[in-house]
């Protein structure tokens, strides 16, 4: 059984930074591309950055580049989302989502997801 769980959310003031981690267990973790998703209030849930399985390959949402960067730790089945120069319009609940094919570059239909992690920027 897939098992993703996000953590390392909070409140932080705009300008500021946080790690975000994405522990996946019941698979060979490293077979699979890893992505954050994130949902604001009142809005659906959107695409923020993707890692393909290889590590070598990464995809973000304009609204995120060149602040954000997602990484992956084979040896620990983790996966991060630095995130730098935060604005309170990243405020939402961020999600961790593990591809549900093996040797992919994208988050391929009904991945698995986490439970999510609340992240609050305060102007």
């Known amino acids: 059984q897939v098992q993703v769980v996000e953590s390392g959310g909070g409140l932080v003031q705009a300008g500021g930074s946080l790690r975000l981690s994405c522990a996946a267990s019941?698979?060979?973790?490293?077979?699979?591309?890893m992505g954050w998703y994130r949902q604001a209030p009142g809005k659906e849930r959107e695409f923020v950055a993707v890692?393909?399985?290889?590590?070598?390959?990464?995809s973000y949402a304009d609204f995120v580049k060149g602040r954000f960067t997602i990484s992956r730790d084979n040896a620990k089945n983790t996966v991060y989302l630095q995130m730098n120069s935060l604005k309170p319009e990243d405020t939402a609940v961020y999600y961790c989502?593990?591809?549900?094919?093996?040797?992919?570059?994208?988050?391929?239909?009904?991945?698995?997801w986490g439970q999510g992690t609340q992240v609050t920027v305060s102007s």
């Open positions: 989502a593990a591809a549900r094919r093996p040797w992919g570059v994208r988050i391929d239909e009904n991945p698995y």
């Open positions: 019941g698979r060979t973790f490293s077979r699979y591309a």
């Open positions: 890692l393909d399985w290889s590590g070598g390959s990464t």
